[in-house]
């Protein structure tokens, strides 16, 4: 299972120790200062997925 994480959230060894636990696959987008970033397109397709989530979340908290 993939689950998208907040932007903020960084650490590799959480991300393993889940991934290793429960076979739950951590994705979330790099910061801009960070080495290793996302294609246009696929940073694009990430932005959407997570405003729809934060929309959902938001309707649901009331």
Do not use: C
């Amino acid at each position: 299972m993939e689950v998208v994480g907040n932007k903020g959230y960084i650490s590799a060894e959480k991300a393993k120790e889940m991934w290793q636990a429960n076979w739950v696959q951590l994705r979330m987008m790099p910061h801009l200062n960070q080495k290793d970033q996302m294609p246009r397109e696929v940073a694009h397709t990430f932005n959407t997925v997570r405003q729809l989530i934060e929309t959902v979340n938001s309707h649901l908290i009331g």
